[in-house]
């Protein structure tokens, strides 16, 4: 099939096809949002999708359409945890054997859910530190072994059964009396907000469509301003679920022409949203699925008080080891949370000065360690401060200036920085 066949009726028989197979999520109401957005913000809770993830609906209608012969070689595909769940899913219910590729970073809840999902229909291969050498690795096994690559995003019939989203959103909100104003959607490689954008275009033109990379991730930003899908020379895997190197060629194209906006919500941001999900809204989301939200605190002023946003929280395979991470990134995001290098006198007293002296109320230790112990003159020590509010940082630097100790702010992302935390 070719990027012209991706087409509006083509999502409502992908529709069709995953009615009784998919789970028809929740399209809720969110006051914390809504408060600060000044509109009403409706979550499509993908996090209660099968497998916890949007993609399964792509992947499931992929591989239904294969026929005979293409099954009896089995299928292959490269993901970062979510589009591999939906493969071994469709393996173990159509009964057909599968190989799954996934990087290193991805986290053990879902490489776990992908055995359990598939079981004697799947096999899982750990290869590479990103996504883009697993797909690599897939597709020359692919080419060796007749298997069937299964796209985790620039195929057509993977994009339509992933446009299926706004099919359920548009039915959800009509019956809930919502008029949509705009539709924010995680963005990897990008076909989801293509799926989602071919079906929009046609039957609910006046939707504002805005897709949200991880600025760390942003190739589709990247491939946007050079008119092309593009490598980028850098992937930060944290949101492990959009850490995509290069845009597929299928969704730059849709999304080149029917997607009104994409932007880049940083890392930091991300978690802070993801806390906030868990701690107020009580919805557990991995880090891509917090992108959408994230951005739509940004539309405040933007969209009128008597119609919707809606935000896609695309999955919710996060692995709980990871939240002392996120909150640590949440923090330092917030300025609430900085690092430096103090440079304490070997003398008596040195460490009640810079407690009494430098620090004051709201501004406390979490982090002490000696980075040299055998100089007898100076001791420098790594020092991380909590503050309570992020305007207290001023008064701080300044006492830190006015001591008689070197100290030196450890900056998020510098080698030093990286070194010890």
Same mark, same amino acid.
């Given at each position: 099939m070719t990027s012209e066949q991706l087409t509006a009726s083509g999502v409502d028989s992908a529709a069709e096809v995953l009615s009784g197979i998919v789970v028809t999520t929740p399209l809720e109401y969110s006051p914390r949002l809504s408060q600060t957005v000044g509109a009403r913000v409706l979550l499509k809770r993908e996090n209660r999708q099968v497998a916890r993830s949007y993609k399964v609906r792509g992947a499931f209608h992929a591989i239904q359409g294969l026929d005979e012969a293409e099954r009896a070689r089995g299928v292959v595909c490269a993901s970062a945890g979510n589009h591999a769940q939906g493969v071994a899913y469709a393996c173990a219910r159509l009964g057909i054997m599968g190989r799954v590729y996934v990087p290193g970073n991805t986290p053990r809840q879902k490489r776990q859910r992908i055995l359990a999902l598939g079981g004697e229909f799947v096999e899982l291969?750990?290869?590479?530190?990103?996504? $883009?050498e697993a797909g690599a690795a897939a597709k020359e096994f692919a080419e060796r072994s007749g298997a069937v690559f299964i796209h985790a995003f620039n195929d057509v019939e993977t994009i339509l059964g992933q446009g299926t989203v706004a099919v359920e959103v548009m039915a959800q909100a009509t019956e809930q009396g919502a008029k949509v104003h705009t539709v924010?959607? %995680? &963005?990897?490689?990008? /076909? +989801?907000? =293509?799926?989602? =954008?071919?079906?929009?275009?046609?039957?609910? %033109?006046? &939707?504002?469509?805005? /897709?949200? #990379?991880?600025a760390g991730a942003a190739c589709m930003t990247a491939a946007l301003e050079a008119g092309r899908p593009v490598a980028l020379e850098h992937v930060d895997t944290f949101v492990d679920g959009a850490a995509v190197g290069v845009a597929g060629q299928r969704p730059f194209e849709v999304i080149r022409d029917l997607v009104d906006e994409v932007v880049t919500v940083v890392e930091g941001a991300v978690c802070t949203e993801m806390l906030e999900l868990y701690q107020v809204d009580g919805i557990i989301a991995e880090p891509a699925g917090a992108l959408a939200s994230a951005y739509a605190l940004q539309l405040a002023g933007q969209v009128p008080a $008597?119609?919707?946003?809606?935000?896609?929280?695309? /999955?919710?395979?996060?692995?709980?080891?990871?939240?002392? #991470?996120?909150?640590?990134?949440?923090?330092?995001?917030?300025? +609430?949370?900085?690092y430096f290098m103090?440079?304490?006198?070997? #003398?008596?007293? =040195? +460490?009640?000065?810079? +407690?009494?002296?430098?620090?004051?109320e709201g501004e406390d230790i979490v982090l002490f360690e000696y980075v040299k112990k055998n100089n007898r003159e100076t001791g420098p020590a790594l020092v991380g401060l909590e503050l309570d509010r992020a305007d207290r940082l001023a008064g701080l630097l300044s006492r830190m200036e006015e001591s008689p100790m070197t100290i030196e702010q450890v900056p998020p992302g510098s080698p030093l920085f990286d070194f010890f935390l």
């Open positions: 291969m750990v290869v590479g530190s990103s996504y $883009d924010v959607v %995680p &963005v990897g490689g990008g /076909g +989801l907000v =293509a799926g989602m =954008a071919v079906w929009l275009r046609e039957r609910h %033109p006046h &939707v504002r469509i805005i /897709g949200v #990379e991880a $008597d119609e919707a946003v809606v935000c896609i929280v695309s /999955g919710g395979n996060n692995d709980v080891s990871r939240y002392s #991470e996120i909150l640590e990134r949440s923090l330092i995001h917030e300025g +609430l949370r900085h103090v440079t304490f006198p070997q #003398e008596p007293g =040195a +460490l009640r000065y810079f +407690l009494e002296k430098v620090l004051s």
